[in-house]
């Protein structure tokens, strides 16, 4: 299934939003953001300062998929964690259940260790919610499919007219 296809309820924002807040908060970050493989943010805790989501996203899911360029090219499945270390703050992208990818940005209050310590304690739960959204989001395509189906072109002028 394509990360287009997801279906993200409202409640599916509130627990990745949930996750994402204790892990900021437990890893001493600034910012915690979750996304699809194509960029599009799914959920975040945090403050952005001035920061454009849009470019975050779209330029971290860009990473993500170079770097599985890279791995595939010397021979690997996939590189799971990235790490950009700055002057100031630093990034630490992680894939979570081959669909969303984890963005952490944090500076000198935290440290990369507590970071990919609390990263891996929330990892099997986020996983496990992305999963549950993908075959949701997998199952409820062919039911939107078949509701089409039964729609006419009357439907549709009764609608319309």
Known sequence: MSAADLVILESDHRRFTAVLDRVRQDANAR??????????????????????????????AGSVAATDGLAKLVGENEFSVLFHEGRRDNLHINMVGGTAILVILFDERSSLGLVRLRVQQVGPELTSLVDGVVERSANSSVLATEDLAEITDEDIDALFG
């Open 31 to 60: 910012l915690a953001f979750l996304l699809d493989r194509n960029g599009q943010q799914l959920a975040r805790s945090g403050n952005l300062d001035g920061m454009d989501p849009t470019s975050l996203a779209s330029l971290a």
